[in-house]
């Protein structure tokens, strides 16, 4: 009897959503630690954090695919890109990546509902609400700098901006207490 409840399309399309959320995390490791060695502690507590994050994301996705019955298929991680040039060029990175990512959940969003498969599209509200504040986020990152004028920001506001992120918790949780509330 088969016990599968995802098709096929929506299976495959899961499983390269699960494969987006690691490389990002794989994207937000290297960053941060081209943050820290560039002297920028609380930007990389900040990115390291994200990190955590987007493999909550990655097993999120995992834990789906096997509740419904699907097949789980682990492929290799694609290398995150170079180094940015600077820590504006490192926000402008990091949103165009959400914003990436986003139209990669809203593609499955429609998938889903093309299917009438409203347990995934159902699953998959968790990831629009999620994709909504991280870009938000990266945006109100972007015009902060632009406010402290842009690429020619001062060090005084990098070092603001730098002891301000570091207050985020650095605590990466398990996957295991991933919740809708607590991501
Ligand atoms: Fe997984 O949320 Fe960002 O990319």
Redesign the pocket.
Known sequence: MKTNRLSQTLTDALNAQMT??AH?SQIYLSYGAWASSKGFGGVANFLFR?AQ??RN??MKVLEYILRRGGEVVVIAIPAPPDHPATLYECFESVFT??V???KSIHSLVKMSFQEEDWATWNFLQW?VK??VE?ETFAMNLLDKFRIAGGTKVSGETLYELDKDLGKTNGEAISAQKVTAEK?
Do not use: I, V
């Open positions: 987006k959320e990002a994200h994050e987007e994301h990655m990546h959400e990436g990512n986003t990831f999620e994709q991280e991501p």
